[in-house]
């Protein structure tokens, strides 16, 4: 007699930054959900893959009848993954989370599922151990510098109808300096590598995986999602000899920071592994914006960072990044002013994206922002996404900051225009004058990149922008009619970061580091 597989469902939970609920299929899908269900036994488990963003978000009704699900997601999609685990729950199955609010406030998220991971993916194996014994632990720990030997099975993406054009890749996890505003110190992700033979027979997996007819099997190109691709220099040269004595890879492209750049030797060593594109970590050419969010690497290097450009760009590769703003320094004026120039800048492409600077939970920048005050009233931790202004008291009333990000988000081409960016492409070609055409390709959709959350923005979605008074997506509100008051508070109602004075909500107080409690508390000197 054969016993039924019990199932096991891995959904990568989403929200969109226009705030509706359409599905987006751009090439950098998430990847930790693919990490979690390769290390789920599939001859014992009948394992499903599924990506809200690739797939879209589901209804009511639509999530399927499965004994144990894993929901995993970025800050901002927490409150997804609490509405995913009501409407898991109600069919019957087992809820385990993880992601960075499970990693650094465990106890707080363990009152929505039945089991949180905290740290990497790496105590999947544990949780599945326990389900089958039915001793599931409320809370399971995996250090962000462990890195167990397991095979990523590519395969998932292909049986999921998940696409794109690229190969994703991990070289490495985390990363050794400390933004303000990043995520990855505040979780203790110190960068740790994978080695060079993983990476490899992860390169073929990968490329053996997609159909035999398929651009990434016949002309294949890699983008390493590394936090920090080059933190360490000796491993990262050893790659790059690796990966330019692989025969089947045609090109790859990686995120590093800005530091790196200015290594010419390592740079030129890229070039000839087939590097073709380098995501780096600019993000600002603002001096105060630098100073203010702790990028010492920027700043060490700013001023020949056109220089380093234009040599890495000599070389064959092509520079990208992101462009962050931060209200509190910066008025809409500045802001205008910045997004204009960057379009004149030849050595540099224009930025793949903006962003508003966000107080990400846990990070240094929140714990300051929450000492000083400087959040809206009533923020909620769906607002961090990057589109949304969080702070308040700047230099600029909440309806030119709502216009701004109106013209930033949605009329990309008020700043800068399809025809200015597609000839500032045809000058950086002609100056480099050398290069496959497939170069020249990336090149132009490197500076059209921007004009991508323009077109895919839902025109029926009317947002003002502003964190604590902004729409909210659609799904808050799926959930079935007889739901409980109960559960409708602790499932569908957002996370609230601040209250209607800008204070912490006392959740979060419980978390504040013990040093800043202290200061909080310090006695009067003068009575």
Same mark, same amino acid.
């Given at each position: %007699?054969?016993?039924?597989? #019990? #199932?096991?469902?891995?959904?990568?939970?989403?929200?969109?930054?226009?705030?509706?609920? #359409?599905?987006? &299929?751009?090439?950098?899908? @998430?990847?930790?959900?693919?990490?979690?269900?390769?290390?789920?036994? &599939? *001859?014992?488990?009948?394992? /499903?893959?599924?990506?809200? %963003?690739?797939?879209?978000?589901?209804?009511?009704?639509?999530?399927?009848?499965?004994?144990?699900?894993?929901?995993?997601?970025?800050?901002?999609?927490?409150?997804?993954?609490?509405?995913?685990a009501y409407l898991f729950k109600r069919k019957g199955a087992v809820t385990v989370a993880g992601g960075s609010i499970c990693t650094l406030f465990p106890d707080f998220a363990a009152e929505f599922f039945d089991a949180v991971c905290a740290g990497g993916v790496d105590s999947v194996p544990d949780v599945m151990r326990d389900f089958a014994h039915g001793q599931l632990r409320r809370l399971y720990i995996s250090a962000p510098t462990s890195i167990s030997d397991y095979r990523v099975d590519?395969?998932?993406?292909? *049986?999921?109808?998940?696409? !794109?054009? =690229?190969?994703?890749?991990?070289?490495?996890?985390?990363?050794?300096?400390?933004?303000?505003?990043?995520?990855? @110190?505040? +979780?203790?992700? &110190?960068?740790?590598?994978? !080695?060079?033979d993983r990476v490899l027979a992860m390169i073929d997996d990968a490329i053996d995986s997609s159909p035999w007819w398929s651009m990434k099997r016949r002309y294949p190109i890699v983008s390493f999602i590394d936090n920090n691709f080059a933190n360490d220099g000796p491993?990262?040269? +050893?790659?790059?000899?690796?990966? &330019?004595?692989?025969?089947?890879? #045609?090109?790859?492209?990686?995120?590093v920071t800005q530091d790196i750049l200015r290594d010419h030797d390592l740079i030129e060593q890229m070039a000839g592994a087939k590097c073709r594109i380098l995501f780096t970590g600019i993000e600002s050419l603002d001096p105060a914006f630098l100073k203010a969010n702790n990028k010492r690497q920027n700043v060490k290097y700013a001023d020949t960072l056109f220089e380093d450009v234009a040599f890495a760009r000599?070389?064959?590769?092509?520079?990208?990044?992101?462009?962050?703003?931060?209200?509190?320094?910066? /008025?809409?004026?500045? %802001?205008?002013?910045?997004?204009?120039?960057?379009?004149?800048? *030849?050595? =540099?492409?224009?930025?793949?994206?903006?962003?508003?600077?966000? @107080?990400?939970?846990?990070?240094?920048?929140?714990?300051?922002?929450?000492e000083r005050g400087e959040m809206r009233p009533h923020l909620r931790l769906r607002d961090l996404d990057? /589109?949304?202004?969080a702070y308040h008291g700047g230099r600029d009333s909440d309806e030119e900051l709502s216009r701004f990000a109106e013209t930033v988000f949605r009329h990309t081409n008020r700043l800068v225009s399809r025809r200015r960016l597609v000839l500032k492409s045809l000058r950086m070609s002609w100056q480099t004058r050398r290069g496959h055409l497939v170069d020249h390709a990336v090149l132009l959709n490197a500076n059209l990149r921007v004009m991508h959350e323009m077109h895919i923005a839902s025109r029926g979605v009317h947002r003002n922008y502003l964190g604590g008074a902004d729409i909210l997506d659609p799904s808050y509100s799926w959930f079935p009619p007889d739901i409980s008051p109960e559960d409708r508070r602790r499932y569908f109602d957002p996370i609230l970061i601040t209250d209607g004075e800008s204070r912490l909500q006392p959740w979060l107080e419980r978390y504040r580091p013990a040093a800043r409690r202290a200061l909080r508390v310090r006695p009067d000197p003068t009575g």
């Open positions: %007699m054969t016993v039924a597989r #019990k #199932k096991v469902a891995v959904v990568c939970a989403t929200f969109n930054n226009d705030r509706s609920a #359409k599905p987006d &299929r751009y090439w950098l899908q @998430p990847q930790s959900g693919l990490q979690i269900a390769s290390q789920i036994d &599939r *001859e014992r488990y009948d394992v /499903t893959l599924h990506h809200e %963003m690739w797939h879209g978000l589901y209804g009511v009704d639509d999530v399927p009848a499965v004994d144990l699900v894993f929901l995993t997601g970025l800050q901002r999609d927490f409150d997804r993954q609490r509405q995913l590519y395969r998932l993406l292909g *049986e999921a109808g998940i696409g !794109g054009q =690229l190969h994703l890749v991990e070289a490495s996890r985390g990363c050794d300096f400390a933004c303000s505003f990043c995520t990855v @110190p505040a +979780e203790r992700a &110190r960068h740790t590598t994978f !080695g060079v491993y990262t040269r +050893e790659l790059c000899a690796a990966l &330019r004595r692989h025969p089947r890879l #045609k090109g790859w492209g990686a995120l000599r070389r064959g590769i092509v520079v990208v990044y992101g462009y962050l703003f931060d209200p509190r320094v910066t /008025t809409t004026a500045e %802001m205008t002013a910045q997004a204009e120039e960057l379009a004149r800048i *030849e050595v =540099l492409t224009y930025p793949s994206y903006f962003s508003f600077i966000a @107080p990400l939970l846990g990070t240094r920048l929140f714990w300051d922002s929450a990057g /589109t949304t202004i």
